[in-house]
């Protein structure tokens, strides 16, 4: 059912730390560490025919108006009731939005955020409920791209769906502020820019002479410079997505003054593609929304409940070390983290794969940017003895991808 492999198993409980007594030896969160890492063993060893299979989340970019209409159109009797409960949550016409609203009220990050995640679990939803889906016992992990790691905690069993909506619009309308003041203080337009090279070894080459260039520019020396400008001069890789594909963030004018340099004196010439998104996220002009988020994630409830469920239903990945969450403070600090540091997609995939041995990945929620990028380091579907890339994006990619998990279901996991 839920499997973590051997090897990331031994991992997960030697990075606990160890305290000892007396009477009862390792006690306290390497204990508990333990314990839980013995049970998703126990739940891999109880499913040995089904492939490794986990579902992953998109990010911002994807939203388009009108994306959640099918299924409302489609399955209502399941949509209905979720939409109901996004305004109600946020109090905020957010589905209004969703449907009929213009580009640009739905481009914006405060409303972009919550949309894309809420019409991803809407998505999820109906394929539990329509479908008798149970992730449970068809899903080993889940993951999400940037922002959709909200979706990936909920799905995983880490959030409440109505707790990740109030995260998701109060991060965002923070890095919404976060631009505005970055924008007012330098003046300059700011953004985020795709860079697609030819080979993995090209990509390589170009990460490791961003980092040259970006250090030269910069004051100071070579190991603290960054630390010595102001948040909004810098630029940052804020994704390395696969093989040959990596974001910039940053001011535009000075990625365009980068990308000069990498051309001129570095010899690359990559492809080069302005994302739709006119702030910087996963670089340091985001510091504030980091330590917003922080202090709403450690905040104790009045109840006494902690807005964080742990242990969750199956492992998930975090974006700052490509690795599952291994503690409820790590993943509170990593969470908050992801406003800033590198989004490691590529990583979280070349682990799955090549040492997880995950065989089948299904993507929930609109747009197939994220199918895409896992297509390109694990192959599409049909190229995997009983696996695969699907993502569903429709209604009637639903049920086509309902299908194919059905297919290999009894493959066995080589």
């Excluded at 979706?151 to 976060?178: H, I, W």
């Excluded at 961003?210 to 994704?239: M, R, T």
């Excluded at 940053?250 to 006119?278: A, C, W, Y």
């Excluded at 197939?368 to 429709?394: C, D, F, H, Q």
Aim: glycine fraction near 8%; charge should be neutral; hydrophobic fraction near 40%.
């Amino acid at each position: 059912m839920l499997s973590f492999g051997m090897t990331a198993t031994r991992r997960f409980i030697s990075a606990a730390p160890l305290w000892t007594c007396s009477q009862c030896g390792p006690c306290g969160p390497r204990r508990a560490i333990i314990a839980e890492a013995r049970r998703w063993m126990s739940n891999m060893r109880a499913s040995t025919t089904r492939p490794k299979t986990a579902i992953f989340f998109p990010g911002q970019g994807v939203q388009r108006v009108g994306m959640a209409t099918p299924w409302l159109e489609a399955f209502p009797r399941t949509s209905k009731p979720i939409l109901e409960e996004i305004d109600h949550t946020l109090n905020v016409p957010l589905t209004s939005i969703i449907e009929s609203g213009t580009n640009a009220q739905l481009n914006l990050t405060e409303n972009s955020q919550p949309a894309i995640m809420a019409t991803s679990i809407l998505i999820l939803r109906i394929l539990e409920q329509d479908f008798g889906f149970k992730l449970s016992e068809r899903v080993d992990i889940t993951l999400g791209h940037s922002l959709g790691e909200f979706a990936a905690l909920v799905a995983g069993g880490y959030l409440t769906f109505p707790d990740a909506l109030r995260l998701t619009r109060k991060r965002a309308e923070v890095m919404s502020r976060c631009t505005h003041d970055a924008v007012e203080q330098e003046g300059s337009e700011f953004g985020m820019v795709a860079l697609v090279c030819e080979s993995e070894d090209r990509m390589k080459s170009l990460i490791h002479d961003i980092h040259g260039f970006l250090e030269l520019s910069s004051s100071g020396s070579k190991s603290d410079s960054a630390d010595h400008i102001p948040a909004v001069q810098q630029v940052l890789i804020a994704n390395i997505n696969s093989k040959n594909q990596i974001v910039l963030s940053g001011s535009i004018e000075r990625i365009n003054t980068l990308m000069t340099n990498l051309r001129q004196f570095g010899g690359h010439d990559p492809r080069s593609v302005r994302l739709k998104s006119d702030s910087p996220f996963h670089s340091p002009i985001m510091v504030p929304a980091q330590e917003y988020m922080k202090r709403l994630l450690y905040r104790e409830r009045p109840n006494g409940e902690d807005i964080i469920t742990w242990p969750g239903a199956m492992p998930c990945i975090s974006n700052v070390s490509g690795r599952p969450f291994q503690s409820k403070d790590q993943l509170k600090d990593l969470l908050a983290r992801s406003c800033v540091e590198t989004v490691q997609w590529w990583r979280s995939i070349k682990w799955l794969h090549e040492e997880e041995k995950v065989k089948r990945y299904v993507g929930i929620g609109p747009g197939k940017v994220g199918r895409n990028l896992v297509g390109k380091e694990v192959g599409m579907k049909g190229a995997v003895k009983g696996g695969g890339v699907w993502g569903i994006t429709s209604p009637a990619e639903m049920e086509e991808v309902v299908r194919a998990l059905d297919d290999t279901e009894n493959v066995e996991d080589e």
